[in-house]
């Protein structure tokens, strides 16, 4: 076994989550492994994220994996403790789901689990006719979950309809492909104590798995939290953080992984109707949202010890349409900006050159530099396809809405 970088990383490779404070002597099957992905903490807080090759061998050791993270300590402030925060501020979990029972099933059992309990749960039905999720949701055993449905299709519609039902200070997403760490909850509310008073709270969403090539690929580019590190971090529009809240370069925070104090949540409209998954935009809903907060002056909060384990998709095709769906979701961010406010258009102009210096051709590249010479060019070129046409798919979504005589 050696140390590796991201683009070492070779399918199947085994996930890790590794607690520095209990290391022992005892070993690690890895019989039928190319590479390890490890994340180690301390006091439930990540530290270091790490990359092995491996030689065919049939088991590592805990302490020799480690031992690079050992002199890594948790960032003050940022440790859970013991038991959940003393504060009572409330919190409701928001799920937007359709059609992914085995998934919302795995998911309700995650916050089930949760260290801290104090929290509301709201699902949201994203399909005309139930699929299972009823019947997913009473199996739960989870006290006090309630069930909705939003007819209308695309996340955004979604993530208003369960918005809507929120009664608490502060509300949070995950989604039905994930798993929510056994500490979430309680570090979400921990996040919201921050001296920086943060408008919404980021964290981090980690691989619950890399068995195929699809799923190392993805972690390779950078996962969901490429570029923001696992340091806690305060976003604000005008510092090294954040170049512009119009430049989601690194980005501002997964959808997948989000929580808001509701209010302000409202106060900035909620999420566009015509951005996101099941849309033809495929995304960007989160990145206008976050934008919006930064543009106001509002702080965000990148707070790695919010975990969540994430799904990805183990088929190439799957994740094809991932890339695009992401670049597309970028445009389409840009689309909705312009359709609100048209002079923004000024501001983004005036930041191409600074884009085209991150996307450029080089390591530099923020977007896709320090990838391994063999990664697939299919995934790139999906990507810009995404780029091209994202903004006109936003112009025919709002388009055809309004054709049918909706509200967004």
């Known amino acids: ?146 069930l909705v449905r939003e007819p209308r299709p695309g996340l955004s519609r979604a993530r208003n309809r369960g918005l809507a039902e929120v009664a608490t200070e502060l509300v949070a997403w995950i989604d039905d492909d994930e798993v929510a760490d056994v500490r979430w909850v309680e570090a979400i509310k921990r996040g919201f104590q921050h001296p920086s008073a943060p408008a919404a709270v980021a964290g981090l969403m980690l691989p619950l798995e890399l068995v195929s090539e699809a799923q190392v690929r993805f972690e390779q580019y950078g996962g969901f939290n490429k570029g923001r590190g696992i340091a806690p971090e305060v976003l604000r529009a005008g510092t090294p953080s954040v170049h512009h809240p119009l430049y989601p370069l690194p980005s501002f925070g997964p959808g997948g992984n989000m929580a808001f104090r509701t209010e302000q949540l409202r106060a900035a409209g909620g999420f566009d109707p015509y951005l996101g998954a099941g849309t033809r935009t495929h995304g960007g809903e989160e990145t206008r949202v976050l934008s919006q907060l930064l543009a106001s002056g509002a702080a965000v909060l990148h707070w790695p010890p919010a975990i969540t384990w994430h799904q990805h998709r183990r088929e190439m095709a799957s994740l094809r349409t991932q890339f695009f769906g992401y670049s597309a979701g970028l445009s389409a961010f840009y689309a909705s900006v312009v359709r609100s406010r048209p002079l923004a258009l000024l501001e983004i102009v005036r930041l191409l050159p600074h884009a085209l210096r991150d996307m450029g051709p080089g390591s530099s590249n923020q977007r896709s530099g320090h990838l391994p010479d063999d990664f697939p060019i299919e995934l790139l070129r999906a990507g810009r396809r995404g780029l091209l046409m994202g903004a006109p798919m936003y112009a025919y979504e709002a388009l055809i809405d309004r054709g049918h005589g909706r509200p967004g």
Request: with cysteine.
């Open 1 to 146: 076994m050696r140390p590796t970088d991201r683009g070492g990383l070779r399918a199947p490779a085994r996930v890790v989550d590794l607690d520095l404070d209990q290391t022992d002597d005892a070993e690690l099957a890895v019989t039928g492994f190319e590479s390890i992905w490890c994340l180690a903490r301390r006091q439930g807080v990540p530290v270091d994220i790490s990359f092995w090759t491996l030689s065919r061998e049939a088991k590592v050791s805990l302490r020799e994996l480690a031992e690079p993270s050992q002199g890594c300590a948790a960032p003050q402030g940022a440790g859970s403790g013991v038991g959940p925060p003393t504060d009572a501020t409330g919190l409701t979990v928001v799920v937007c789901t359709r059609r992914r029972t085995d998934g919302l099933a795995r998911l309700l059992s995650s916050l089930r689990r949760q260290s801290d309990p104090g929290f509301s749960l709201v699902v949201v039905d994203n399909d005309r006719e139930d699929g299972g999720t009823a019947g997913v949701v009473e199996r739960a055993g989870l006290p006090g979950i309630r």
